[in-house]
């Protein structure tokens, strides 16, 4: 496995891949990384010969009061997991090589509308520093496909826009989330919370399970259906941001017509703000 830094590094090793493989997948990352990631790295394996994957915590996608600073990095066990999942090239940037004219001079990238809503308006900036980044990331690597996961809804649906609205020529794949037992999303940040906390967690999956079971049910009262959530998120012991009915396509807020659908939540509990969503196809 090949452990790179620079721009021009990565494009000579993407270039000898491409001598030996018709295909090459993609997988950017923060690191700190679990079975999540490694599922990601299994689905590009799947349909490309080669994988590379990205390790690089984005300053610019962090708000001035968030835990950049804290992000949990663990390299040497991520490279021990990568060699393990057959990945071929990891590229770890630094900041000098991804922010060259640093994070506040730099060209940026920003999807309207979709980048505002639900996460957007609580993380004002979060989205263009992930579309930026994610911008560069493909130009750099200039993969065949990139996969990212369905546990940040928003972030694949706003990739997509992204992808499309640029002519960015890469598939870009959503890949299952990957959860621990009791249904908790895996997350680099569920190790925020306290053990009680954590026996807590999984509340915020079974009150999408539960919302999503209604609107199958045919219920159309979509406010009603996510107060309740609301409610019984805030019952153990959640802060929620929003707890959402939208529509997978544009995240618009769903209609009685539509019947394929997202139920997405962001809900805070102790240091950790966690995220989760489940699919519905009526
Ligand atoms: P991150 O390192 O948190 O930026 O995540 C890198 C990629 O892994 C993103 O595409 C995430 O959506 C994805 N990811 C994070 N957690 C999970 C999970 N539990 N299951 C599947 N994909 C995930």
Redesign the pocket.
């Known amino acids: 496995m090949e452990v790179v830094h620079s721009i021009e590094e990565i494009r000579r090793e993407v270039r000898n891949l491409r001598n030996r493989s018709a295909t090459i997948g993609f997988?950017?990352?923060?690191?700190?990384?679990?079975?999540?990631?490694l599922?990601?790295v299994k689905d590009a394996a799947a349909s490309c010969g080669a994988v590379v994957v990205s390790i690089y915590v984005n300053p610019m996608q962090f708000g001035p009061t968030e835990d950049f600073s804290t992000y949990p990095r663990t390299l040497e066990q991520d490279l021990e997991l990568l060699r393990e999942a057959g990945t071929i090239t990891v590229f770890q940037p630094d900041d000098e090589a991804m922010y060259p004219h640093g994070t506040t001079g730099q060209t940026f990238v920003e999807v309207p509308l979709m980048g505002e809503m639900l996460c957007g308006a609580a993380r004002p900036g979060h989205f263009r520093g992930v579309s930026t980044v994610v911008a560069r990331l493909l130009n750099i690597v200039q993969p065949d496909l990139a996969?990212?996961?369905?546990?940040?809804y928003q972030?694949?649906a706003i990739i997509r826009r992204m992808v499309a609205d640029l002519a960015i020529p890469v598939e870009i794949v959503g890949?299952?989330?990957?959860?621990a037992e009791d249904g908790l999303?895996?997350?680099?940040r569920n190790r925020y919370l306290t053990a009680e906390q954590r026996r807590q967690a999984p509340c915020l999956y079974a009150s999408l399970l539960e919302a999503a079971e209604q609107v199958r049910a045919g219920r159309q009262a979509f406010a009603q259906i996510e107060q309740a959530a609301l409610q019984e998120l805030r019952g153990c012991g959640f802060q929620p941001d929003y707890v959402s009915i939208r529509r997978q396509q544009d995240l618009q807020p769903a209609g009685a017509g539509d019947r394929v659908l997202v139920v997405l939540a962001a809900a805070r509990l102790g240091q950790a703000r966690l995220i989760d969503n489940v699919e519905i196809v009526l």
Do not use: C, W, Y
């Open positions: 997988v950017p990352t923060m690191g700190n990384l679990h079975a999540g990631h599922s990601l996969v990212f996961g369905k546990k940040d972030q694949l890949g299952e989330t990957i959860r999303a895996l997350s680099s």
